[in-house]
């Protein structure tokens, strides 16, 4: 059983044959068994040498950095060694191709909004006058004809539904609408934390398949970004992340003294984000019954599934049906 | 018949699963494989690290195209894990009889099933040789498709490293 391992305390990272110690400032010294390891969260300042590095790569594990505030800066990802140039020259095709490319992104907003009204129905009679309008808003994803179209579509229902989070939440920190950059009030502070964890989870999940993460199809492929992991995101932020928040709040396990507010910019504190990534690890290991499959599958595979679903389709072996939870 | 051995010759493996599936061979072939993160490839790995480790001539590399596990002075040796495939594991042993040939080698084989301490004695015969040839033909056209074979229900899908790939989808 492979584990995401999170450490927050600033210190050293050594390598001693086959385990990994880390280190505190305090030199308490803790290992991490490397066969247990999938990915290792750097929140706090970390030193590691090239040894550490050629260890993770045998093993391929990926290390993901954050910053103070805990916004993710970058990973560490071992060579590829599983390629497929036909994959890389079939996606790409798909990226060209309008038609095609257009066919992916609707089914990426698609299965995101049913899974944003899969939440609102949750809170039936609070919720009734948004989830009306958003699937008003809803037909006009099948009517697109460019992916600008599309972006707006979907850039409109998320808004509605952000605006009405304050109708269910039992708490919602003054929240009035959605801000990125930077958050400045603790549930969009909380958000953007949940969805860069999802990009992560997702890119880590591409990963092990032969999908390119940078050519993607929603959002334009950019080199900034692993685009193609904001695309799957947007399936599984719904899914996933924002269940969690809900879950959060109205069970008061977070309240104000779990953000912190420096110079105007809301983040989780550490433990905050403790008390985030339990329930977040919580949800992706949760397993439900897969009705092809018939087996049990975790939400984190179903992140790998919706990958291979994409790799059949470009390679003209089945056409692409995005999840829709049917639990 | 005219065969043209240059032509046609290619990877023990290949010939391992055309014998599984066909499907999972052009998936194979175009690196859209999934042994890696599997637990009984990595057995097998490790099972094939500690077995014979008195064999000199382990691993060997044949005209840069098959890796035969182990050569003796009149034998050949593959080191398999179980014996559930055992028809596509004399196959693919047969095919290294086969290439030997070619190259003007004439040996025998075992296969070893080492957990079972089992082995099974191979030969080629002139019916053996025939076989090969045709399904050295038919790995060809396969690899040659556009896309991948359709999926054909087989006892041992479920056990697949490729299972979860073959058999995600939506169901309405």
Redesign the interface.
Known sequence: MYKDYYIFSNGKISRKENTIYFEDKEENKKPIPIEQIERLHFFGEIDLNTKFIGLISQYDIILNFYNYYGYYIGSYLPRK???????IVKQSEGYIFHEKRLFFAKCFVESAVFHILRNLRNYKGKTDEVIKEIEEEKQNIFKAREIDELMGIEGRIRKRYYESFSLFLNNDFGFSKREKRPPTDPLNALISFGNGMMYNTVLGEIY?T?LDPTISYLHEPSSKRFSLSLDIAEIFKPLIVDPVIFYLINNRMLKEDDFDIEEGICFLNDEGKKKFIKEYQNKLETTIK????NRKVSYR?LI??EC??I??AL????PY????A?W | MDFDFEKYKTQGIKVNYYYICKRKLWLYD????FE??FDRVLQGKILHKNAFQREEHKDMLIDEMIKIDIVSADHIKEIKISSKMKNPDIMQLLYYLFYLKQLGISKKGTINYVKEKKVVEVELTEEDEKEIKSALINIRQILMM???PEIKKLPYCKKCAY???C?????D
């Open positions: 060694k599983n390629v497929s140039g036909l994959l092990k032969q897969h009705r092809s499959l595979t790998r599934l291979y679903k790799i059949k390679i003209e072996d089945e049906k995005p999840l829709k049917w | 175009k690196g859209i494989c890696k993160n556009k896309k991948p299972y979860e790939f058999y995600a989808k939506e169901v």
